[in-house]
């Protein structure tokens, strides 16, 4: 599951682009400020940064810049009003992958968003850990008590989005929106069902599961 951060001071855009990815199964955080991004990025685990060139306490370049003299490698998809050329090449020759020009349509930018993740060396490899469960999201290997359990798609990417988020609750509702929204027959009744057989593969050896439910909130997973 992807993990995108999307950097732009317009919100009406933003809220957009971020319905629009989350409803094609990324996992999208947004920021408004330049500053608050940049730690973003260094605290968390992103897979792509969509990043509008015009903002007014700092440009897209100048950001941009900034991240690549840093040494970050992430891939970069940058959006400008400016359908010109000479724009377009500065913004390739400072470390943008590629670029949109506003307005665009759904379509497209899922494609290059797609395209972008699909690069070699695009999606970084990560070793969650929360309450005592391990998960390597490059090899889908996830270990509990030291030992390795047998999952199916949805109970993974059910952990995977708990993990993601140590400690915040979720509900059904959020969880088929924002971890299952790819998958096909997915309901609501079936995260719960799902949950109820995740969790009985996290009780052994007299170990208590890790995930809990907060009434009325939904589902989370202990940090510690």
Known sequence: ???????????????????????????????????????????????????????????????????????????????????????????????????????????????????????????????LKAGGVSLNTRTRKVLFQDTELSLTKQEYLLLEFLMRYPDTPFSSEAIVEKAWSALTDTSPDTVRVHMYRLRKKLEFNGVECPIRTIKGKGYFIQSN
Do not use: C, Q
């Open 1 to 127: 599951m992807s993990k995108i951060l999307i950097l732009d001071d317009e919100e009406s855009l933003t809220t957009a682009v971020k319905d629009i990815l989350e409803i094609h199964g990324f996992l999208v955080d947004v920021s408004w400020e330049p500053d608050l991004a940049l730690t973003m990025l260094k605290v968390s685990g992103y897979d792509l940064l969509i990043l509008d060139w015009h903002m007014p306490t700092m440009s897209g370049i100048e950001f941009l810049s900034k991240l690549r003299m840093g040494g970050s490698s992430l891939p970069v998809l940058m959006l400008t009003g400016a359908d010109t050329s000479e724009e377009k090449v500065r913004g390739l020759e400072t470390g943008a992958d590629d670029y949109l020009t506003k307005p665009f349509n759904a379509k497209e930018l899922v494609a290059r968003v797609r395209a972008l993740l699909r690069r070699p060396g695009a999606l970084k490899e990560e070793d």
